[in-house]
């Protein structure tokens, strides 16, 4: 029924910037709230971002300054500005949204099946 896909993961040097988008895709009613989570290499899979339907944003404290995660509901897109990249930021990303189906309002949670991002020093 509905999709999350994730683009604009690739490699980067240190201090680069990157963009993701997260695009969802399906037979839509609403979106709440969309996140960003990332898994590092042998470790357990962190949340990034937060924002809500009401475009209140959280974030983790390591990319605090760093990320910016935003929304365009209008093409039920969420994004998130990546800049001054450390090599500890390398992961797959995943996008994650609270999404009601346009045929049951019922609210589900959907996942994508990330991108990778590598940040060299």
């Known amino acids: 029924q509905v999709q999350l896909r994730e683009s604009g993961g690739g490699n980067v040097q240190a201090a680069g910037s990157l963009m993701l988008s997260c695009a969802a895709s399906g037979s839509i009613g609403s979106i709440n709230a969309m996140r960003w989570y990332r898994q590092a290499p042998g470790k357990q899979r962190e949340l990034v971002a937060v924002?809500?339907?009401?475009?209140?944003?959280n974030y983790a404290d390591s990319v605090k300054g760093r990320f910016t995660i935003s929304r365009d509901n209008a093409k039920n897109t969420v994004y998130l500005q990546m800049n001054s990249l450390k090599p500890e930021d390398t992961a797959v990303y995943y996008c994650?949204?609270?999404?009601?189906?346009?045929?049951?309002?019922?609210?589900?949670?959907?996942w994508g099946q990330g991108t990778q991002v590598t940040v060299s020093s």
């Open positions: 924002i809500t339907s009401g475009g209140s944003t």
């Open positions: 994650n949204a609270d999404i009601a189906g346009a045929w049951d309002s019922a609210i589900r949670r959907y």
